[in-house]
């Protein structure tokens, strides 16, 4: 897959994930790392307590990091 002229590799979703919507926010930073909580609200139509709520469990399980308001995958 190719985006914004880079070159994606393929990305395994973790199989600990039950809720469809973490597995979207792990699948989109993967593709746009750097993301801010209103870019995913704005790109997958998530309410932004929603997307905290993702976020920051994703980060106790380690599987993203929050640097200057920005999130991506650890």
Known sequence: MQLDGQSQTDV???DEFDS??????????HVWPDSTADDLCGALGINKGTVLSIV?????????????GRYRLS
Not at 20 to 29: G, H, I, M, R, S
Not at 57 to 68: A, S
């Open 12 to 14: 395994t979703v973790p």
């Open 20 to 29: 469809a919507q973490a597995k979207v926010v792990y699948l989109y930073l």
């Open 56 to 68: 920051r469990t994703l980060r106790k399980q380690g599987y993203v990091e929050r640097v200057d």
